[in-house]
């Protein structure tokens, strides 16, 4: 995975929209995340968040030439697929023009007339996704859940040679703010002999990353671990939301289904891959006599490079605190460097059967834990499948989710040297089930 820096990661570079020049903003003018907005009675189009406005990029890009312009012009789609599809030299050419043209120092015209306040819009998904894959890619969350079933032998024996995935609904994913029902379905608990049908009592947020692919492949031609960044248009905060007590009784033989695919949140903003160039760190470092990746996942720059250091953290409000205008409890921080499979593995591994990729492709990691309690990315771990429930500021206590539970996920990278970059938020309330 090579790392490329260029001037738009340079740290000294300043923007002359204020709000993103301020030290705790998540979208300071190194970062230029895209997303899909909608000003009110107007059509969607692509924009970049910078601050607290966003710039719509078509209009923007009056000003640009050559591959800069012509990406600029795929902007005007709904969606962020048509950019995609131009490949990742348009989508350098075209982050460097706006990060010239959003800068104090050069600051074009068209591209201060395409400015609109993030607070006058509303923020939709950011591409239409074909196939959602969702991988599993934290050891010490695959350890912890397992052991709360197999206490013997938590991890299954193929865990430390393939990185594990299931395939999930691409159609129930929503973008962050849009509430869902509790899902139905089948729960057996241990103590009754016959399964029912009703709203699950177990709902769980599940903490990841996500991906994009932008650039395709061919059915039939395997991704090569070293070619898998090529493919990777950028990042976003996932909330694969889990029905514990439906997922128990349903995943085995086939993996989840009807406990996953009632909703997916992402975030509204994609943080390209270029952004994060100055955030990779090594790959986790596997414990002594753990395999070593089979060949076709193993790479040397993988290794050295692959791994990407990003803090996530999930708050927590109930229905009661935010009537009475409490802030959320933040009840975990944890980081993507403890990801046992790198994302060009898990990329790689999906393609080594043959399986294409479609532009807008969405995986995830997976649950993101760490190897303390405070890491943990999951109601299942925090609370040990709700024994031991987390007590709220009011009091109130919280084994699982209940009706009325905001979630929110935030992520950021700070790193000594460089421009710290965030994600914004990834938000739901959970209301009663139908």
């Known amino acids: 995975m090579t790392i490329t820096l260029n001037e738009t990661h340079d740290p000294a570079r300043r923007s002359f929209v204020d709000s993103a020049n301020l030290p705790d903003s998540d979208f300071p003018i190194q970062n230029l995340p895209f997303g899909v907005f909608r000003p009110p ?35 005007r789609a709904p969606y962020l697929n048509y950019l995609m599809s131009l490949g990742p030299q348009a989508w350098s050419e075209l ?5 010239r043209g959003l800068s104090a120092e050069y600051g074009g015209a068209s591209v201060r007339s395409a400015l609109v306040p ?16 969702d991988f599993f890619a934290s050891v010490f969350h695959a350890t912890n859940a397992g052991r709360m ?8 024996p193929n865990y430390k040679y393939v990185p594990v995935a299931y395939h999930s609904r691409a159609s129930s994913i929503r973008p962050s703010g849009a509430a869902f029902k509790r899902p139905c379905g089948q729960r057996k608990p241990p103590n009754e002999t016959v399964p029912n049908y009703g709203p699950s009592r177990n709902l769980d947020f599940e903490l990841e990353l996500g991906f994009y692919v932008g ?3 061919e059915l039939g031609r395997p991704v090569p671990i070293g070619k898998a960044a090529e493919h990777i248009f950028g990042f976003c905060l996932l909330n694969d939301w889990s ?10 033989p086939l993996g989840p289904f009807l406990a996953k695919s009632f909703a997916t949140t992402v975030s509204p903003w994609v943080v390209t891959a270029e952004a994060l160039a100055p955030f990779h760190t090594a790959a986790f470092a596997r414990p002594e006599g753990d395999p070593a990746p089979l060949p076709y996942l193993d790479d040397a720059d993988d290794r050295a490079h692959g791994g990407l250091d990003i803090s996530l953290e999930v708050y927590m409000a109930t229905e009661s605190m935010r009537r009475a205008g409490s802030a959320p409890l933040r009840v975990t921080q944890t980081s993507t460097a403890w990801l046992y499979w790198t994302v060009a ?3 790689a591994h999906h393609t080594s059967n043959g399986c294409n990729l479609a532009v807008g492709d969405l995986m995830g990691t997976g649950t993101i834990s760490g190897p303390e309690k405070a890491n943990l990315g999951s109601l299942l771990e925090l609370t040990l499948r709700g024994t031991e429930p987390l007590v709220m500021p009011n009091g109130e206590k919280r084994g699982f989710i209940e009706d009325g539970d905001e979630i929110i996920f935030r992520g950021f990278c700070a790193k000594p040297g460089f421009a710290r970059l965030g994600f914004g938020e990834c938000r739901a309330v959970v209301l009663p089930a139908a």
């Open 118 to 133: 993030m607070a006058d819009v509303e923020l939709l998904l950011p591409a239409a996704i074909p196939n959602f894959t």
């Open 149 to 156: 079933f197999r206490p013997d032998s938590p991890l299954m």
């Open 215 to 217: 650039a395709p492949s």
């Open 243 to 252: 029905a514990r007590d439906v997922q128990a009784w349903e995943y085995q």
């Open 41 to 75: 009675g107007q059509q969607p189009r692509v924009g970049v968040a910078i601050g607290d406005h966003i710039v719509d990029v078509a209009e923007a890009g009056a000003g640009f030439g050559g591959l800069a312009a012509e990406a600029a012009r795929a902007c």
């Open 345 to 347: 593995q898990m990329l």
């Open 95 to 99: 982050r460097l023009a706006l990060s």
